[in-house]
């Protein structure tokens, strides 16, 4: 079972460098008990074969409580394309989690260039509802696993090699999986877009580095299986994930103050929704398994020689 992202401070370990970073201020909010109990989703939808739709429906709790955000059980949960007669899937919910899935040996292929409706109704009759357009992203041509050139070649690298195709503003996210594993933690987050860059090829992009020198803390390691997935995003996936980012560096003093993350979704009863339904196209790059040579720098990070 996949899970989804967990409701706590994501960051981005790089923005596509100077080029593609983006900086997005958060508007305070004052927390009332109004903003208690509220629903909290996280959803996606993808162009994998199978298994490509998760939806995970909670409750929120008051921050100064510890424990987990009870799950949202017996909800009706709909997905549904943008045709004159809508392509429409029922989901359920997998072991009373909260986690709703597609029935066994359903499927239902995700599009690209269509808008996807997600439409839950809850328990006592509330309905939540979003949509996102699912754009086609580019292929994922190569992905290295070699030393960076920060930190003087100390440290193991995760890099890729893509095309960016002529075309508005596009957003992106990288999901990097090590032994099947995928990196959830904040400081693995990866999301840009490609307005400064639009049309060019981007290579040696480098999406991790591996900064531990301990190897108790160490990421990568010599006979590691790594597989990277390209998504396109939407702005509106991208607007929340940035939300997220800049709540990471709240606590000093010229931090962007705290506040609900912007997403796509609303209620019916009016109330705040907490999270994003997205729907991404994905490109799944070579696998690398880690060996001695890949303890070698890039060439193109050389520096020079005179």
């Known amino acids: 079972m996949t899970n989804g992202f967990k409701i706590k401070i994501l960051d981005a370990i790089s923005i596509f460098a100077l080029l593609f970073s983006s900086c997005q201020d958060v508007v305070q909010v004052n927390l009332d008990d109004s903003d208690l109990d509220l629903v909290t989703v996280d959803a996606y939808l993808n162009t994998k074969a199978e298994n490509n739709i998760f939806v995970k429906l909670e409750r929120s709790l008051p921050v100064d409580q510890s424990q987990e955000n009870p799950a949202i059980h017996n909800a009706l949960v709909q997905i549904s394309d943008d045709e004159d007669e809508p392509n429409s899937v029922v989901l359920e919910e997998y072991k009373s989690t909260g986690i709703y899935i597609l029935p066994k040996a359903t499927r239902y292929p995700a599009e690209t260039g269509k808008t996807y409706t997600l439409l839950i109704t809850l328990p006592d009759g509330t309905q939540i509802s979003g949509n996102d357009f699912l754009r086609r992203v580019e292929p994922l041509d190569s992905v290295k696993v070699n030393l960076s050139a920060r930190g003087d070649y100390e440290f193991l690298a995760v890099f890729i090699d893509a095309p960016n195709y002529p075309s508005p503003v596009q957003y992106y996210k990288w999901d990097i999986y090590i032994n099947g594993n995928m990196l959830y933690e904040s400081q693995n987050m990866v999301i840009a877009n490609d307005d400064l860059v639009d049309g060019n090829y981007i290579y040696n992009f480098e999406i991790f580095t591996d900064f531990a020198r301990d190897d108790d803390e160490r990421i ?56 994003i339904f997205s729907a991404r196209d994905i490109s799944v790059g070579n696998k690398v398994i880690i060996g001695d040579e890949n303890f070698e720098p890039l060439s193109s990070t050389l520096p020079a020689m005179n």
């Open 220 to 275: 990568l390691f010599k006979g590691d299986t790594i597989i990277v997935e390209q998504l396109s995003i939407s702005k509106a996936a991208y607007d929340f994930y940035t939300g997220m980012i800049n709540q990471a560096f709240t606590g000093g003093p010229y931090s962007v103050p705290p506040a609900n993350v912007p997403g796509n979704l609303t209620s019916s009863d009016g109330k705040r929704v907490l999270g």
